[in-house]
């Protein structure tokens, strides 16, 4: 509790080139500086699964994750807070970016009873509740913030901006983000104009109780705001210009992006041009391959996902090729896949990551079958560094100006 | 498959001090020298329980224990053989001790039917039987070898001294053990007589099988004998004898200790003096601190136990003392305890391990609770470092000649 002022020097964001939308950056932390675009890898219990942070690191992975709604129910934020923060509290000495708690409130306050992605049924009004199939209601949204049931214990609990302010304050991440409600495909456009509405008023609200708090562990943090909207043009590009025209540190671009990887794409073309240039822009809980050249062209700078991680433990490896040199489909391969079984190559030809420097298909592949948890070790670092070489591979494209020749490379169009 | 003659310095064991039975020793291998008495921790399908080779090393473990039984099932020793033996297939470049696979034969190829500690049901004569509850035969016994089934999925398999000296010779560690039969408490002193006597038939053949074979791998191996003989003292004295009198390269203890720890120690007392001075000693399946000290104030060398390891998953973290310096029962304390909750001390004070060093007990048992499997690994780092310092401790105290102190000061006795 060190009392300081708030910094406007949180966080510095500096294009050092642009290639269309594209950019190539620099965002320096109170934790250190992360070369963009970049990709966040994913602890959102404080822990990246299966892997120590410094295998995490060893991966050249820059920046972490973590989910407020878990930490704040799981092991608690004043005990994260009394450790120092959660740098202190899980051994990461880099930045860190926290989200709002919404996204979770919506889908594991939900019960996620309907099995959709992000959120599950609708109820029409100012007040939408979700309903266990017992009846429980277990989230409901006014205008003051969410009441939900923990989905650990089914304990009442309820976030507002205030909350999530106050609570991000406690984790003490560098990167924090203003709470927002998190849309899904299910809801119409009227829904999601009205929601949206109320997440730019919780953009407000979040603004003021962060400027109204101080950092807690000694560093400033910096505050995104999150543009909604669904996949409904004419709200993402009144989001955008809304959160856009608030006093962020960086725009983070959430909620339902729509049925296809093109819905995506159009979301972000709606949105992005309209944000900020001179601001970070984070899109959230997207970590594919296409999704990231694509994203990455229409200027996004960071993206987080739990892909790479949640991968390994299926025992999926990412590679670029095949074996024959061929693009490999889904950038990935099933190590438990009896043709690997005698195979003494590495994961990846080519990987310096410590897993494929070190081992072979055939080893990790037994390692899965004796149901070997250094298995998932083995392949989340490499599916991490993985993903660290391919966003090396994209800020060295943008600054050779040869993006094209690498997404064409990648993806085969 | 470069055909080296045997070397005879595959091994070499020193002595540097002697106080009363127990000594300071260094054995050399070809993958480095064990400073002893020494604890083997245990990766018994080529892997210690969730934790990397390098963490391992990092904790300050020397060498390692795998198992053939396991590995002659899965993933198959002639995969292991195509690595280039174990210590490139697992990625540890330090001394590898193998079993047998004679114990596994006999606990796990006998599927533990009856729940006993190592072997199951007794059946007199020459050939015993094990059988399922609904009557398969599991395990034979004839003078040839045995005859099992598979844990993994039923299938039939022959061990024999000749197949589990081929086996050892392709996985390629540096120590190997003869091909013994394990008998358990269950078994009277006549079963125990017969087996042993075979055990030592089985011996001889072992070592014919060694010395007509030749490493795979480009450098030479070391053949163990196991003592067998249950908690009989005719039978130990008998076994010490006459495995001490065959050239084998070291002695492992095996099979029955008895009911209680005053048993082991009994069969200790009648056992060790009896074997050569010049050659080190396993005590094969002990890990527990008090045994430990036992064993080393009566002459062991060598230890291996997956207590460290399986400890560690199931939240045990190993501390000699507890946070008032009191001696701690059972040398562990339980992570997952709601006591530990708001504990920001490390596992233990004063630990000089990875985890102490970064971690809180209260961060710990937060990734016990979540389920997060990154627990594990943190708390095996710790009970591996907790074993290694233990014994650095031990030899220090027999260099300086103090062993009585520190066992004193650990045991309170």
């Keep these: 509790m060190c009392g300081l002022p708030m910094d406007p020097l949180a966080l510095t964001f500096t294009v050092q080139a642009r290639r269309g939308h594209a950019r190539l950056g620099l965002l320096t932390t109170p934790h250190g500086a992360v070369r963009t675009p970049a990709f966040v890898a994913v602890g959102t219990q404080a822990a990246v699964k299966g892997v120590t942070p410094e295998a995490v690191a060893g991966a ?3 920046v972490l994750f973590a989910n407020t709604y878990h ?3 799981r092991p608690g ?3 994260v807070a009394r450790h120092g923060g959660l740098h202190r509290f899980m051994n990461w000495s880099g930045p860190i970016l926290t989200d709002s708690g919404g996204f979770q409130v919506f889908s594991l306050g939900a019960s996620i009873e309907h099995g959709v992605g992000k959120v599950a049924s609708i109820f029409p009004g100012e ?15 006014r205008e003051d913030g969410v009441r939900f049931k923990s989905h650990i214990d089914g304990s009442l609990h309820t976030f507002s901006p205030e909350v999530s302010i106050a609570v991000q304050r406690a984790l003490g991440a560098d990167m924090v983000l203003a709470f927002d409600e998190c849309t899904s495909p299910l809801h119409d456009e009227a829904y999601t104009r009205t929601s949206m509405h109320r997440t730019h008023r919780w953009a407000e609200r979040s603004l003021a109780a962060f400027e109204a708090s101080t950092p807690q562990h000694g560093y400033p943090q910096a505050l995104y705001g999150v543009v909604q909207g669904g996949a409904f043009r004419e709200l993402r590009e ?4 809304t959160i856009g025209a608030m006093p962020f540190d960086g725009i983070a671009i959430g909620g339902n992006l729509g049925a296809t990887l093109q819905d995506m794409y159009a979301v972000l073309d709606w949105t992005v041009p309209l944000l900020p240039h001179e601001r970070p822009r984070h899109l959230l809980g997207i970590g594919d391959v296409p999704s ?11 993206f987080d996902c739990v892909t790479p991680t949640r991968n390994a433990r299926n025992g999926a490896a990412f590679v670029r090729r095949n074996d024959h040199g061929e693009r490999q489909p889904g950038f990935r391969i099933n190590l438990r896949n009896a043709r690997f079984a005698d195979d003494l190559g590495p994961l990846e030809a080519g990987c310096d990551c410590a897993t494929c420097r070190s081992y072979s298909r055939a080893y990790v592949r037994h390692l899965f079958k004796a149901n070997e948890q250094l298995a998932h070790q083995l392949v989340t670092v490499h599916n991490l560094r993985f993903m660290a070489r391919l966003m090396e591979d994209v800020r060295t494209s943008l600054a050779e100006d040869r993006f094209a020749e690498l997404k064409a490379d990648l993806l085969g169009r």
């Design 60 to 62: 050249g992975t820059q």
């Design 71 to 73: 930490l704040y129910l």
């Design 77 to 79: 934020a004043e005990l």
């Design 127 to 141: 007040a939408p509740a979700r309903r266990t199939p017992g009846g429980d209601s277990m989230v409901r949204i």
């Design 238 to 241: 009144q989001s955008a210009t």
């Design 292 to 302: 990231i050249l694509e994203a990455v062209e229409r200027g996004v700078d960071t």
